[in-house]
């Protein structure tokens, strides 16, 4: 767990870049899954009948440890008959208990698949498209914060894979930067990525900052009610992203279903 330190971030893409040298993402483990083209993230959260949520499997995090009780399959299917738009999984292993067979199970469903990771190097970027993901995620403020390089160059590399980009922001700045680049997706996580604890209620400014772009955005953190889905909707939003709230609550499936906002 990371409970006694502030720069998590950092931390965390050094992280990365050990699992990157160590060949995890190079193993057997990242075989194919399947062939033929693969779901969209980018069309399910525009083509959806009740308003769009991204469910993740998310087994633990570095400030709470173990979420819940239930494993990896079991959310899955429960996501997977629940409604879930698309889903979004943990690959690292660490600090967030992530498999890339859990990655490999999530495309399998048919469903939009998002490897979610802390991405700095191609090889990650290769292991997802190997695993069947319909998209990676990327995280602006790790470029900001000059933690990595090639922001740019990953995003080409993954759209020469077939694969769509969601490009994360924490801050007004990160997601003003994200503006420019050629992400498919734009997220706004409501958590400060350096602290991971919740930053300022900045929703309304920052769903304001990127109304009139054609690019879906997806509201990440601090998510869990109704009221909360409304309120990303009626501010522009295209859908959000939840994690803890399914995945420690007694019945995923059951949460889920009772967060289905309709038109």
């Not at 490999?104 to 970027?125: S, W």
């Amino acid at each position: 767990m990371l409970s006694g330190v502030e720069d998590r971030l950092s931390l965390l893409v050094q992280n990365a870049r050990e699992l990157v040298d160590c060949g995890f993402y190079s193993t057997s483990e990242a075989a194919v899954c399947g062939q033929g083209p693969r779901p969209s993230m980018v069309s399910a959260l525009g083509e959806s009948e009740s308003f769009p949520v991204v469910a993740e499997v998310k087994l633990a995090s570095p400030l709470a440890g173990r979420l819940g009780t239930h494993v990896a399959e079991e959310l899955i299917e429960d996501y997977r008959s629940g409604g879930a738009a698309g889903l979004s999984v943990l690959t690292e292993p660490r600090f967030f208990q992530g498999s890339l067979r859990y990655l490999r199970m999530a495309c399998r469903t048919g469903l939009p698949v998002m490897m979610k990771d802390f991405v700095v190097d191609r090889e990650q970027v290769n292991c997802a498209a190997r695993a069947g993901a319909s998209a990676i995620l990327l995280i602006q403020g790790v470029f900001d914060m000059d933690l990595a390089e090639g922001r740019d160059d990953l995003m080409e590399h993954a759209h020469s894979l077939g694969l769509e980009v969601v490009l994360e922001a924490s801050s007004l700045e990160e997601l003003q930067e994200a503006r420019g680049s050629r992400a498919d997706v734009l997220a706004y996580n409501r958590r400060d990525l350096r602290s991971f604890r919740p930053g300022p209620d900045l929703l309304a400014e920052a769903l304001t900052l990127v109304r009139g772009d054609e690019r879906p955005t997806l509201v990440m953190s601090m998510m869990g009610s109704l009221e909360d889905l409304r309120r990303v909707r009626e501010l522009g939003g295209s859908g959000v992203l939840i994690g803890t709230a399914l995945s420690s609550s007694p019945c995923p499936r059951d949460k889920l279903i009772s967060l289905r906002l309709g038109a």
